[in-house]
């Protein structure tokens, strides 16, 4: 899962940068370079921040010409897609934990972005919503 990210330089230097599919989510650095370092906490933060309204969080898109691609950690990019499955299904997490046969607490630890859950109970609970995780290598 891959965003993509645009570059604004300016003239001091310093950068910031914005992601098309994902607004409100900023970061900024000296450098690009160190603005690109900051990238992946922005969008866990936003996102930590969405799981909390139920809403939705935006896939990528193909980036464009020029843009630069920010890779999600593959427990995160899981973590998305669990949770935008709940939200298409309209699941509650206690009655994901009640299918999975888990305490709510363990699932709620599941659903943080904080904590680097194994894939595999990730792909347990997406399995729980009538769902597979596949994994590709590209």
């Known amino acids: 899962m891959r965003y993509p990210v645009i570059v604004h330089k300016e003239k001091s ?3 910031w940068l914005s992601f098309p599919d994902v607004p409100g989510t900023y970061t900024n650095g000296t450098s690009v370079d160190d603005a690109l370092s900051h990238a992946v906490d922005a969008l866990e933060t ?3 921040y969405t799981f909390g309204t139920g809403e939705m969080i935006p896939l990528p898109s193909p980036p464009k010409r020029g843009q630069k691609l920010i890779e999600l950690p593959p427990t995160v990019a899981a973590k998305v ?3 935008n499955e709940m939200v298409k299904q309209k699941i509650r997490p206690i009655d994901l934990a009640r299918r999975m046969g888990i305490p709510r607490q ?3 630890r599941v659903l ?3 904590h680097r859950t194994k894939i595999d109970t990730t792909a347990q609970a997406l399995n729980a919503l009538g769902k597979r995780l596949e994994l590709n290598v590209a």
Request: charged content about 15%; glycine content about 14%; hydrophobic content about 45%.
């Open 46 to 48: 936003m996102f930590m």
């Open 13 to 15: 230097g310093g950068c």
């Open 81 to 83: 897609l669990l949770h």
């Open 106 to 108: 363990e699932l709620t």
């Open 112 to 114: 943080s972005l904080k």
